[in-house]
């Protein structure tokens, strides 16, 4: 075993790629998506370190061309569950026990594998499998997930480092155990840098894991393993499962070895998976750990000071970006009506200049939502703007699953502030706009605060510091993460750490030590140096 107390290389953000026309990148991602696209891949179960195949197969295709078959995927039965939770106790043994350094090594590794010869491969699955533009692939499945992997492993040293006080009576030290038993990752389809990170982060604080990605993300979650396995993530450690989502959370959870869920995805199934680890309690060794992060109805706030410009880019970029399917999108917004007519201008020129089509053309800014139920909940929602009194379509409005589930970025102006899209999550390409009056700011971010459930992002634009920060005292508890004069989108791994409250999740803040500290169970050690051996003490006399 080695010896000494080892520093790991510092922890710096992933170079996020231009892909500008003629970039040896965008010839590199682009022959790359050709030939994923045009190639079919089938996707085993993995378990313990090896293939699973089941025969039970379903279809894979992009959200942007859906009659498109890109591969097939292996359905688990329950007898597969538990056998991925016998195998992730059976390595737990070793794994556990692993020096740091050599866990921090795989995954130290596993960041350097993307950045170079998986590059373009882990971008091109994204832009098949979730229809993201080359950019939004870029910082996402490369340069987040790059991030994540990085600056983890110096996020565990820190807490490592972190010890108590000693004496030169007593010596105390605390160690960092993982969670006793297995742990179960839930990940959703819209970042593949979540879906990397939340079973990755778990086995690097030692833990073992059962990982079931997103129905709509296993083409690039396929990449995420591939990955992992060159690098040397041991058998047994991370085991990928795909299927009926209740029989497979059901055969976790009754386990009692279950020791902490990651998630993240919708806040109704996060709460009844909650629920559900609740009733089991007195089956469990141990008290769960349960993290989660879901649901947004995400604002921005602008003040009359604001430049209008710089509003209407905010929304612009906030709402439509990814076709609004990111957690943190802007879908509600809130503008003075002494700022509204340019910010109106401004946005419908930008919504109108917008291409919409398959991510391979890079002149696309919007691509497709994810798949047939969203887009059906989505045009009911446009549909119903449409013929509501109190509300307004002013550019959008469009939608068309022909080929691909096409939905045209709508903006929807309404004279309610408690209008159904200005409450309900939606995640699409659709922002709802009250227009205030000038005079009614305070009044408008109690509106705020009161009108949603949520509390993920949230932005004020403003010019006037007196305004900025009466919005950031009246919103402490609107916004887990919280943006001056900037889009309410775009968290860094090490520089804003993520998540919400409330209705949002736990906030146990991604891409921090905070949730670090989650996977692991402190145990303190006082080692004595001269023992007593008599029980008196002085007050007795």
């Not at 590794?109 to 699955?125: C, H, M, Q, S, V």
């Not at 604080?205 to 690039?220: A, E, F, L, R, T």
């Not at 750990?289 to 947004?296: A, C, D, L, N, Q």
């Amino acid at each position: 075993m080695g010896k000494g107390f080892f520093n790991v290389p510092i922890a710096v953000n992933e170079t996020v790629k231009s892909y500008a026309p003629g970039s040896p990148e965008r010839d590199a991602v682009l022959n790359t998506y050709k030939e994923m696209f045009h190639s079919k891949i089938d996707v085993p179960l993995y378990i313990n370190g090896k293939d699973v195949e089941t025969g039970n197969t379903r279809t894979m295709s992009p959200p942007h061309d859906h009659q498109h078959i890109v591969g097939t995927y292996h359905l688990a039965q329950q007898s597969h569950i538990e056998e991925a939770i016998t195998s992730a106790l059976e390595a737990r043994k070793t794994w556990s026990q692993m020096p740091w350094e050599q866990r921090a090594a795989i995954f130290l590794r596993a960041a350097e594998l993307i950045a170079g010869p998986y590059r373009a491969k882990i971008n091109a699955a994204t832009m098949i499998a979730q229809s993201k533009t080359i950019h939004q692939a870029e910082i996402d499945s490369a340069c987040e997930l790059i991030d994540f992997l990085r600056f983890n492993v110096q996020f565990m040293i820190d807490i490592y480092r972190e010890q108590p006080e000693s004496t030169s009576e007593a010596w105390n030290r605390v160690e960092y155990r993982p969670l006793e038993g297995f742990t179960y990752a839930v990940t959703p389809f819209n970042f593949t840098a979540i879906a990397g990170n939340l079973p990755a982060c778990m086995a690097l604080m030692g833990n073992v894991v059962v990982w079931k990605p997103s129905d709509s993300q296993i083409y690039s979650a396929k990449v995420i393993m591939d990955v992992f396995k060159e690098a040397g993530v041991p058998a047994g450690v991370i085991n990928v499962v795909f299927g009926d989502p209740v029989m497979i959370t059901n055969t976790v959870l009754a386990n009692p070895d279950f020791s902490g869920l990651h998630f993240t995805g919708s806040t109704f199934i996060f709460r009844e998976l909650w629920k559900q680890i609740g009733n089991n309690i007195h089956n469990y060794k141990t008290y769960p750990r349960i993290v989660g992060e879901t649901g947004g109805k995400d604002f921005i706030v602008a003040h009359k000071s604001a430049n209008a410009k710089q509003v209407a880019t905010a929304i612009s970029r906030g709402a439509f970006e990814f076709q609004g399917q990111k957690c943190s999108a802007a879908s509600r917004a809130y503008i003075p009506e002494s700022l509204w007519e340019d910010v109106k201008n401004y946005v419908i020129e930008d919504v109108n200049s917008f291409k919409m089509g398959s991510p391979e053309d890079m002149s696309n800014f919007i691509t497709a939502v994810i798949h047939e139920g969203s887009f059906d909940k989505l045009a009911k929602y446009i549909n119903q703007a449409k013929t509501d009194s109190d509300a307004e379509i002013i550019v959008g409005g469009g939608f068309d699953k022909s080929k691909g589930y096409f939905i045209e970025p709508t903006v929807i102006v309404t004279s309610n502030p408690k209008y159904t899209t200005m409450c309900t999550e939606l995640f699409g390409p659709v922002i709802t706009i009250y227009v205030y009056k000038d005079d009614d700011f305070a009044q408008t971010l109690k509106l705020v605060d009161e009108t949603s459930e949520y509390a993920l992002t949230g932005a004020i634009l403003s010019t006037d510091r007196y305004a900025i920060d009466e919005a950031t005292i009246a919103l402490q508890n609107s916004a887990g993460n919280f943006y001056i004069n900037d889009k309410p989108t775009g968290a860094v791994v090490g520089q804003q750490p993520f998540g919400g409250a409330r209705a949002s999740g736990t906030n146990d803040k991604a891409g921090s030590a905070q949730n670090l500290m989650r996977w692991v169970s402190p145990r303190l050690i006082k080692e004595t140096f001269i023992t007593p051996e008599d029980y008196r003490y002085p007050f007795l006399g």
